[in-house]
């Protein structure tokens, strides 16, 4: 699947691993399709649109993740993420992804590491930008890239772009540092009439300069019953090989004293291909 972001990379491109989605885990987007661009509240510190940081400027929270292929027992990612309110700069998110050691390893390697920081300009409209650290399955090399987006918020609805790898420099073993401009655009669009529930819809892989990357399609929705527990799903449609392939999301989430656990699984024509686990709080 092509993905903004780059930490579709890691997952894609490394043979060791059995998670298979085009992001780090979090139970929340995985069971909404891995819809987010659009998506204000509760920002992820590794994927979210980095706008979205500046609509939730009062906000700390700190995450735990897992992610599974098929089976728990499957090799996978380890995710710890936290964002911080607004403290004259901007509110900001920052995460860590570790690919879980494999057997005859002792010890996990860090995939990916981001940044993002938002801030709100008016009521209405929100600014962010974000840099992320990657390194993709065996290959000596490492890479930097940066994100913007933006978002608008219009009560209700919510509206966001979102610019990934707007930069991506290569560097490693004997090479020069190699800075390209290969920006990839998604749009996004979310709706919540109340507290209780949200529907959302993105259009990802945009204006893609290589022409490398076909748009792909996601959408989702949230409902909490009682306040106390949410039921989520989603679906994803791409081109494989000039047919339309669907992918499906659900997911569930248990709202705690301060946060919430969630759990979330992706199953695509063979099965399940992706678990997330998260545990969140929130300050």
């Known amino acids: 699947m092509a993905a903004l972001c780059m930490v579709a990379l890691v ?32 920002p992820d510190a590794a994927c979210s649109n980095p706008a979205a940081f500046g609509v939730n400027e009062g906000e700390i929270s700190f995450s735990l993740g897992a992610g599974f292929g098929g089976s728990l027992r499957d090799h996978g990612l380890l995710y710890a993420g936290v964002c911080d309110k607004d403290r004259g700069l901007g509110a900001g998110g920052l995460a860590f992804v570790y690919q879980s050691a494999a057997d005859g390893e002792t010890t996990s390697q860090l995939r990916y590491a981001t940044y993002r920081l938002g801030k709100s300009v008016t009521d209405w409209l929100s600014l962010g930008a974000g840099i992320g650290y990657l390194r993709i399955g065996d290959d000596p090399r490492s890479f930097v890239t940066t994100d913007i987006g933006v978002m608008f918020n219009l009560g209700y609805l919510h509206a ?17 540092l190699k800075t390209e401009f290969s920006p990839e655009f998604a749009v996004g669009l979310s709706v919540k009439p109340s507290k209780s529930f949200m529907i959302a819809a993105d259009v990802h892989g945009l204006a893609r300069r290589d022409g490398a990357i076909e748009p792909w399609y996601s959408g989702g929705a949230e409902i909490w019953i009682a306040d106390r527990i949410a039921l989520r799903g989603g679906a994803i449609a791409e081109k494989d090989d000039g047919d339309w392939a669907m992918s499906y999301t659900g997911g569930i989430g248990l709202k705690t004293r301060q946060g919430e656990i969630g759990y979330s699984l992706m199953g695509k024509k063979g099965g399940v291909s992706a678990q997330s686990v998260t545990v969140s709080a929130w300050f």
Not at 160 to 176: I, M, N, R, W
């Open 11 to 42: 997952v894609l491109a490394a043979p060791a691993m059995a998670y298979d989605a085009p992001y780090p885990p979090n139970a929340r987007l995985m069971g909404m399709g891995w819809t987010y661009v659009g998506v204000a509240d509760k």
């Open 160 to 176: 966001g772009v979102q610019a990934s790898g707007v930069t991506k420099s290569t560097f490693g073993e004997d090479e020069p």
